[in-house]
């Protein structure tokens, strides 16, 4: 049960950096009555341990379905660091990359924060080292600084805004209205979305994630004429043809509302596989396919799904939770420092759910 695959990608990174290599130690997969033997093991110790699991729509459905079986929930790395900050529980299993556990552990500091396998990063976060950003930044001294919640502590701690996919144009919007000139980073194509959608003066750090940036317009239009009812779903970490082509963009949470909304019974979706699990889950009588990531120029290893995320796995779980290998840590001042711009998140996202104006709101957070 504890055996793992390690397979070498190549992964490109921020354009301040060099292509390099990684290895992703992919548990291997577990036969029925193994799975079954972790799962309740799992259950035991969560309740032993005072635990709560938390889990990302692209990991293993096995860790979905077990996290939402045992109180826990399966969401995008906010709703995961915000359900484990206001959980009871006093550890936090993290199912998912590196930044995520990072996240969870600023906005829980008190809080035990495990990993199923610290190895689990994610190419924007790689591409996007603090010195060479910090340098970026002073570059250009008269921007507000903006990051993705796909960074490490230290990026986060050096911006004046950390957001999210589902929050990005609201927050540009509500900046650009009150004069704000825009550094966002790390993902270029969600930069460039959120320029062309808002119309903000932004400029960009060159990052881009190893699944999204591999999906092809030209295969894709191909699958369309193959499926003509299909509308297709894209997350606007791709590139700007495949967006073009989209019926809905959005996060991996407004992907899921548009399939539940949208009347079509086929759907091609431009995001990680493991995404299609909760897709299927919720919308039994639609079909789901993956947009393709071929053609040429393809450089993808891992095809649609994220290599990293194929690290997590029910076996290394358990261990996490029985020995407490994988915790997190995150230095305290450094952690202070980050949660201002993941608060100031917080804040605006609530400000807009409660339909109270948020210009007073981000004229006042402008700069940290």
Not at 43 to 69: G, I, T
Not at 78 to 98: K, Y
Not at 110 to 139: T, W
Request: charge should be negative.
């Amino acid at each position: 049960m504890s055996a793992v695959f390690e397979v070498e990608f190549e992964q490109p990174v921020g354009e301040a950096c060099n292509t390099r290599h990684a290895w992703a130690r992919v548990p291997a997969e577990p036969s029925r009555a193994e799975r079954d033997v972790l799962k309740d093991r799992i259950r035991r110790l969560l309740v032993e341990r005072n635990a709560v699991m938390v889990s990302h729509y692209y990991v293993h459905p096995d860790l979905q379905d077990l996290a939402e079986e045992t109180g826990g929930l399966v969401g995008d790395s906010l709703e995961m660091a915000r359900f484990g900050r206001d959980h009871p529980a006093r550890t936090l299993v993290v199912s998912g990359v590196r930044f995520m556990g990072e996240t969870a552990k600023i906005l829980s500091p008190d809080k035990r924060v495990l990993m199923p396998d610290l190895g689990a990063d994610c190419s924007l976060d790689l591409g996007c080292p603090i010195d060479e950003f910090s340098a970026f930044c002073d570059a250009h001294p008269d921007r507000t600084v903006l990051v993705y919640a796909n960074t490490s502590a230290a990026v986060k701690a050096r911006a004046d805004w950390v957001v999210t996919s589902s929050c990005a144009l609201d927050v540009v919007s509500a900046l650009k209205a009150e004069g704000h000139k825009i550094l966002w980073a790390p993902d270029r194509h969600l930069g460039d979305y959120i320029r062309r959608e808002t119309g903000a003066d932004i400029v960009s750090w060159q990052g881009a994630c190893i699944v999204h940036d591999e999906f092809k317009a030209l295969e894709l239009e191909l699958l369309k004429e193959q499926h003509p009812d299909a509308k297709v779903l894209v997350h606007p970490e791709s590139s700007a043809d495949v967006i073009a082509l989209a019926d809905a963009v959005g996060s991996t949470s407004a992907i899921l509302q548009a399939a539940q909304r949208m009347d079509a019974k086929t759907f091609i979706v431009a995001t990680d596989n493991g995404m299609l699990h909760k897709l299927r889950t919720l919308n039994p009588g639609k079909t789901f396919i993956e947009a393709p990531t071929a053609g040429n120029g393809a450089t993808c290893k891992s095809c649609a799904h994220c290599p990293w995320m194929a690290m997590n796995g029910l076996a290394n779980v358990a261990n996490a939770l029985e020995t407490g290998a994988g915790e997190i840590q995150v230095d305290q001042h450094l952690g202070v420092r980050a949660r201002v711009p993941i608060d100031r998140m917080l804040a605006f996202t609530a400000a807009l759910k409660k339909g109270a104006p948020v210009g007073a709101l981000v004229a006042g957070m402008g700069a940290v």
